[in-house]
């Protein structure tokens, strides 16, 4: 609207200014009375890019077009493997360490299906050994549909409420992890953002980097959101 209003009729630069620094404020926090903290991260890759995220294999992501929308693809399985048993196919945001957050995204499963169909939020993570995860998994068990910890040895589920499984289809779906750090609590949504999935109560890790993927499947991200409080990431270690 505010590019017609520039072309059709000249008006004055400060009314211009007014008008589009409001635009920008009603758009960027559309959504933020409702979740409480600043909107600290938004990527719909229609850029065709996936420039701020950071794949543990390069080769295995890539923005592609589904329909005449652009998504974040994990195409194949990733070429890396953790030093313990957690999931091997990640792609983490750059540059952004937060503490108490809201993530939403829309994941899609393109993994054919078997019992076992999964996709991941990984967050808290301070290095490739110390994490937290979200597994949406087709179908429960020890391992499967869960919130993980990874804490230096192969990862332990830590949920104290789950549902028997992630209905996975061929339909994108609404995903959502709100973590309040000085409660301990993560809770999970998966479409209905009014009744968690998952719950989960632990302070381990007090802040960290966010990431997506999938344990050893694929899938697709798009219209990512993240809602939170930032902070300064640790110094890097010196050799």
């Known amino acids: 609207m505010l590019r017609t209003l520039s072309l059709a ?7 211009f200014l007014i008008v589009s620094t409001t ?39 890539k923005v592609v077009a589904d329909g005449e929308n652009k998504v974040y693809a994990l195409l194949r399985d990733c070429k890396y493997s953790p030093k ?13 360490w937060v503490s108490d957050f809201v993530f939403e995204a829309r994941f ?33 068990d020890p391992h499967s549909n869960s919130i993980f910890l990874v804490n230096g040895e192969p990862r332990t589920s830590i949920a104290t409420k789950r549902t028997e499984g992630t209905n996975w289809d061929d339909r994108y779906h609404t995903v959502r992890v709100a973590r309040d750090v000085q409660k301990g609590t993560i809770e999970v949504y998966f479409d209905d953002l009014e009744k968690p999935v998952m719950l989960a109560n632990d302070k381990t890790f007090k802040a960290g980097r966010i990431g997506v993927g999938s344990f050893d499947d694929v899938g697709v991200v798009d219209n990512v959101k993240i809602w939170g409080k930032k902070q300064e990431p640790p110094p890097e270690p010196t050799d």
């Open 9 to 15: 009729f000249p008006i004055c630069f400060s009314f």
């Open 23 to 61: 635009f920008s404020e009603e758009t960027a926090g559309a959504d933020e009375p409702a979740i409480g903290m600043p909107l600290v991260f938004k990527d719909d890759f229609e850029k065709g890019n996936a420039d701020r995220w950071e794949p543990v294999d390069p080769g295995a992501w």
């Open 84 to 96: 313990v048993r957690s999931p091997q196919n990640m792609s983490m945001l750059k540059g952004l």
């Open 108 to 140: 899609k499963s393109t993994e054919p299906e078997y019992g076992h169909r999964d996709m991941c939020i990984f967050f808290g993570h301070q290095d490739p050994t110390h994490f937290y995860y979200v597994h949406f998994g087709k179908k429960a």
